[in-house]
């Protein structure tokens, strides 16, 4: 059964920064692309960051040079490093994979940028 959870998110002031973190089961994380998405209140969800099979890596506009997307083949875990953040970042933050054939996601991490 494959299953993702989030953690690392929370509260940090503008210019701080955070890592989360997406545990992975029922799978391997280095066989199937990885992706972040994050949903800003009353705003769609939107694709932040993706790694895939191969090792190469995407970044939206707004967040390239500032995240970093990464996996743990050995913890079964992808990462996003979060640096310079600014209250726009502020989101639920989701891991997602697709997997034979299905979507999957997490539950969720809370990110808020405040000061």
């Known amino acids: 059964q494959v299953q993702l959870v989030e953690s690392g998110g929370g509260l940090v002031q503008p210019g701080g920064s955070l890592r989360l973190s997406c545990a992975a089961s029922?799978?391997?994380?280095?066989?199937?692309?990885q992706d972040w998405y994050r949903q800003a209140p009353g705003k769609q969800r939107e694709l932040v960051a993706t790694?895939?099979?191969?090792?190469?890596?995407n970044y939206a506009g707004s967040v390239k040079g500032r995240f970093t997307i990464s996996r743990d083949n050995t913890k079964n875990t992808v990462y996003l490093q979060m640096n310079s953040l600014e209250p726009e970042d502020t989101a639920v933050y989701y891991c997602h994979t697709y997997v034979r054939n299905y979507d999957y996601w997490g539950q969720g991490t809370q990110v808020t940028v405040s000061s």
């Open positions: 790694v895939t099979t191969l090792g190469l890596r």
């Open positions: 029922g799978f391997r994380v280095n066989n199937y692309a």
